[in-house]
């Protein structure tokens, strides 16, 4: 389930966190606080048509993320942050060893100083699952398609096989006819010669007929 689904199985409502107040006169963190928005505010209207035009063209599943994010029409903002800044921040010390917490206040720090908004990171990472999500939708019909289309070919290649397989029993079976009437035919040769000798042993004093047996 992409991010839009989570929003909606979850009332199309979502709390961004804000950066917490400074409180001076208290040693304990300040809470972090959350901003709720909706679905609504964070979808984002992206290039549909483009983006499958590019799911169609050849060799769609080589087609790079950034690639897509850029036919969508999702651009790099001003301030130079998005979704994939933060995730590259994230995955590096001291941030990866924090707990959830401890890095949700580090990462408000990061982006108070750069003044940048959370809420716009989270609309940059729906944005980004918008775009993902329609590309995959046509992709998959086009894929779909080919598989119909191999399914076919190989309906029709099966059927092809069992007819050359009917054929292949045919021939089989006129083949063993063959030798058999052939045999059956030397079968009456042999004893028609042998008939042959037999007669004609009565009128000279040396055989003339050949038989089979006289030629191995």
């Known amino acids: 389930m992409g991010l839009l689904g ?3 199985s979850l009332g199309g409502r979502l709390g961004i966190i804000e950066k917490p107040s400074d409180n ?6 300040a809470k972090i606080r959350t901003r709720v928005v909706t679905l609504a505010e964070l979808k984002t209207e992206l290039k ?6 590019l799911a169609e063209a050849p060799a769609e599943l080589t087609v790079p993320y950034e690639r897509i994010y850029e036919t969508a029409g999702i651009g790099r903002p001003q301030s130079g942050w998005d979704i994939e800044k933060l995730g590259q921040l994230v995955r590096t010390a001291p941030f990866k060893d924090l707990s959830h917490e401890s890095c949700q206040r ?3 720090e990061v982006l108070g100083k750069e003044n940048v908004d959370p809420e716009s990171l989270v609309k940059d990472a729906v944005a980004r699952d918008q775009a993902l999500d329609a590309f995959e939708k046509y992709a998959e019909r086009k894929m779909l398609d080919r598989i119909a289309g191999h399914e076919q070919r190989q309906g029709e290649i099966d059927a092809r096989i069992e007819e050359l397989r ?6 089989e079976e006129l083949e063993s006819a063959d030798r058999e009437r052939w045999s059956e035919w030397q079968r009456r040769k042999r004893a028609h010669e042998r008939e042959l000798a037999r007669t004609v042993s009565c009128l000279i004093d040396r ?5 089979d047996d006289e030629r191995r």
């Not at 001076?24 to 963190?29: L, Q």
């Open 24 to 29: 001076k006169n208290s040693k304990a963190p």
């Open 207 to 211: 055989p003339v007929i050949t038989t």
């Open 166 to 171: 009917k054929e292949k029993k045919r021939l």
């Open 48 to 53: 549909d048509d483009d983006v499958r035009a």
């Open 106 to 108: 580090k990462v408000l």
């Open 6 to 8: 989570m929003l909606e």
